[in-house]
């Protein structure tokens, strides 16, 4: 399992060393096929570094559709990739996937995980609960220990305390240290929060009284209360400016 679709998230000139970037926006793209695409603004170029004109670029981040490439090259047999867009699993001995391969399989006798800190170490407060809720997932799959199913982790912080509750079955340590943190940080559910964004995210803010409004960053604003009800309150009283409007209320990110 690994949540990165395509061949390469994130490519690199063997030459000269420059990170393939967008010439339009400026942000990393990502190999598809024989050309470089920008997933931020949909820009497409060649295959070939900006900055020396190489065409070798190496592969920092590789995605689960390079990885079927070469786990297959590897094993000398067929391997199957499957993604949220795919219909079906294929019937393979190996498959590839996103976690909706988690959904998707019924049964396994190995699962690994890929760059799983991408998930521990993810920008979203509640990456630790999605990170347990996978190795949940992967667990039921393979079944009791007894049977000799196995879960793999690839990571860099094997002490993680998400791992740590994983390998015990017994959450109950991390979810302690989480809400402290939490509430330290004064975050979900120790707090209520909601972040606007959108054309008219910056009128609408400024009709909100009563609670405490951070922002903008990225062109979203942070608004947190210390329950829902005020924050419902806050947000109803506040007048709705023409315009695109998104509220989310307890973001997963913040």
Known sequence: ????????????CTACGELARCDVCGASVSQDAQTLRCAHCGA????????????????????????REELEALAGR????????????????????????????????????????????????????EALALLVRAAR??????????VLVQTRVPAH???????????SAWAAGEATRRTELGLPPATAMAVVSGEAAGAFVA??????????ADGRYRLRAPDHATLCDALAAA????????????????
Do not use: W
């Not at 399992?1 to 690199?12: D, E, I, P, Y």
């Not at 570094?49 to 590789?62: E, Q, V």
């Not at 799959?141 to 196995?150: I, K, M, Q, S």
């Not at 009709?207 to 903008?216: F, T």
């Open 161 to 171: 305390d998400v791992l740590d509750a994983a390998v015990s079955a017994d959450p």
């Open 1 to 12: 399992m690994l949540n990165r679709k395509g061949r390469a998230r994130l490519l690199a």
């Open 141 to 150: 799959l393979v079944g009791p220990r007894r049977n000799g199913g196995r």
């Open 44 to 67: 497409t170029r060649p295959l070939v570094c900006a900055s020396c004109g190489s065409t070798r670029l190496k592969t920092l981040r590789a995605g689960v559709t390079r990885v």
């Open 207 to 216: 009709g909100v009284a009563g609670i405490d409004v951070q922002g903008p």
């Open 78 to 129: 067929s391997v199957s990739e499957v993604t949220g867009d795919s219909a079906a699993v294929p019937d393979t001995p190996i498959v590839v996937g996103t976690e909706a391969v988690l959904h998707r399989v019924r049964n396994a006798g190995v699962v690994a995980f890929l760059d799983f800190d991408q998930e521990l170490l993810a920008p979203r407060y509640r990456a630790g609960d």
């Open 239 to 254: 007048p709705r400016p023409p315009g695109r409007l998104r509220i989310e209320v307890d973001p997963l990110r913040v």
